[in-house]
C-alpha cells in the first residue's frame, strides 16, 4: 500500500568568512601609551558591538498560522467536524486516513482542499457551518466517546438527533453541569486554550473549614505540588455547620483543578458544578438536556473571542 508523506526543506546555511587580517587594530586599553581617555571613563564600543547596542532589540514575531492556501490535514479535518487536531493526528498514527487511496503518514503532506480524503474510508463531507450546543451533563458519566470499563459516556446521554459534535473541555465523571458541544474542531481548540481568557465558573460544596481571606489569596494563583495554578475569583457563597458552598471563576481549566485547589486547604468536596462557560450558562436547561446556542448569540461570542 503506498504512503503519502510531507516533504521538508530545510535553507542553506551561509557560511561566513572572517578575515582577521583585514581587521581594524584594538585601540590600547585605558592607561597604555597613546589610549585616549573616554568620556564616560571606559572604551566606547566598536564594530559589531556598537552595531548591536545600537540597533533596537526585536524579538521574532510567533509565526502566524496560515489561513488560505495549502492547509495541515489536521486544522482541514478538525474544521470538518472529524475531530480535534490532537484526535486527527492520533487517527494518522493509527493508519485511519488516506489521500486518493493512499494511507498518509507522518509527516502529513498539506492541502488546499478535502478532496480525495478519506477516514475510515469514508469521504470527508465539506465543513458546515459551526454550530454550539449546551448540555446539563449528569454526574457519573465519562467525558469521552468511549470507556474500556464499559462506563456511560456523555453519549449515551445526549438527546437523540443530534449531529456529530465533539466536547469543549471535559468534566470529570462524579462532576456535573454546563458542558459546551460544537461540530468545529478548531473553534472546539479556540475555547479551551487558556490564551482565550474565557472563563469557567463552579459552585462546589465542601466540608470543612476555610475563610473569605484564605479564598481571597486564590486572586494571585497558587502552586500546588510543583503545578502552578493561574488567578482565580473565589466567594464562600453560604456555610451550614462546616458545610459550605464555594463559586470558584478561572480561565484555564486545568485537570481537576478547583478539587485540587479546595483539597489544598484541607477541604472535602462532595458536589461539584459548572454554571457557566464563557457567556453561557445553565439557565434553563435541565438535568441530560441540550439546546442550540442561537447563531446571533454565537455570532457575537465568537465576534468576542477575536
Known sequence: M?????????????????????????????????????????????????????????????????????????????????????????????????????????????????????????????????????????????????????????????PKGLPRVMPVGRLDYNTEGLLLLTNDGEFKRQLELPASRVERTYRARAFGDISQAQLEELAMGIEIDGVRYGRIIANLERRTGRNQWVEMTLTEGKNREVRRVLEHFGLQVSRLIRTRYGQFTLEGLGMGEADVVPRDELFKFRRHLG
Open 2 to 158: 503506498s504512503v503519502v508523506t510531507g516533504q521538508h526543506f530545510w535553507p542553506e546555511k551561509r557560511q561566513e568568512s572572517h578575515n582577521r587580517s583585514h581587521e581594524a587594530p584594538r585601540p590600547p586599553r585605558s592607561g597604555a601609551p597613546g589610549a585616549r581617555p573616554a568620556d564616560d571613563g571606559r572604551a566606547a564600543p566598536r564594530g559589531r558591538r556598537a552595531a548591536r547596542a545600537a540597533a533596537p532589540s526585536r524579538k521574532a514575531p510567533a509565526e502566524a498560522e496560515r489561513e488560505d492556501g495549502p492547509q495541515r490535514i489536521s486544522k482541514l479535518l478538525a474544521r470538518a467536524g472529524v475531530g480535534s487536531r490532537r484526535d486527527v493526528e492520533r487517527m494518522i498514527e493509527e493508519g485511519r486516513i488516506a489521500l486518493n487511496g493512499a494511507v498518509i503518514a507522518q509527516p502529513a503532506p498539506l492541502l488546499a482542499s478535502l478532496d480525495g480524503l478519506t477516514v475510515d474510508g469514508n469521504p470527508v463531507a465539506k465543513p458546515v457551518s459551526t454550530r454550539l450546543y449546551r448540555f446539563h451533563k449528569p454526574a457519573g458519566c465519562l467525558t469521552a466517546a468511549r470507556d474500556p470499563k464499559g462506563r456511560k459516556t456523555i453519549y449515551d446521554m445526549l
